[in-house]
T-cell receptor, first 117, second 113 residues
């Protein structure tokens, strides 16, 4: 399996611009997660989906952040407008539910390193 | 809320030696998973090892093994025969019911030649 795929790997943009991060989960996985990693706050869960439906978006920092999962093989995280404090590494991860309430291991993509100037 | 504590911000070890990274967690759940993830300079998050709380036997993966003490809520990682490629940030993580991973702050491990 190709693993979780994220694009772009690096993104440099100017404050105020729209940024779209993309993720393709591992085929067959029914959970998808978006995380953000910064030096100050470590790894934070932003939002996660189950079967393409957002389950918990309580970690999304502001209305400037939005995430969608139009189908089982694709998700986007959008920041509009972007700000310098959004600079971070954004990870996508996916996992397979065992269907008994105890879910399986999360596998991470390579991350997108975002720099907002 | 569940918390994960890694009390060692940085550690170093000589190549070929053994090192143990500490992790404690707090939960009232009885069924959960514990993980160690490795993050090398490339920033990729790589699963090292996983432990299921209902299993008493400690998990092992080649040179990596854990000491899982459920009553003490302790989950340490032992790396044997350390290699230069083991240099990375190591995160301990706890998975509560509902599929949320809670991460510790991480331990930077440096393997010296």
């Amino acid at each position: 399996d190709a693993g979780v795929i994220q694009s772009p790997r690096h993104e440099v943009t100017e404050m105020g611009q729209e940024v779209t991060l993309r993720c393709k989960p591992i085929s067959g996985h029914d959970y998808l997660f978006w995380y953000r990693q910064t030096m100050m706050r470590g790894l934070e869960l932003l939002i996660y989906f189950n079967n393409n439906v957002p389950i918990d978006d309580s970690g999304m920092p502001e209305d400037r952040f939005s995430a969608k999962m139009p189908n089982a093989s694709f998700s986007t995280l959008k920041i509009q407008p972007s700000e310098p404090r959004d600079s971070a590494v954004y990870f996508c991860a996916s996992s397979l539910s065992r269907g008994q309430g105890i879910e399986e291991t999360q596998y991470f993509g390579p991350g997108t390193r975002l720099l907002v100037l | 809320a569940q918390t994960v504590t890694q009390s060692q911000p940085e550690m170093s070890v000589q190549e070929a030696e053994t090192v143990t990274l500490s992790c404690t967690y707090d939960t009232s759940e009885s069924n959960y998973y514990l993980f160690w993830y490795k993050q090398p300079p490339s920033r990729q998050m790589i699963l090292v090892i996983r432990q299921e709380a209902y299993k008493q036997q400690n998990a092992t993966e080649n040179r990596f093994s854990v000491n899982f003490q459920k009553a003490a809520k302790s989950f340490s990682l032992k790396i044997s025969d350390s290699q230069l490629g083991d240099t990375a940030m190591y995160f301990c993580a706890f998975m509560e019911y509902g599929n949320k991973l809670v991460f510790g702050a991480g331990t930077i491990l440096r393997v010296k030649s």
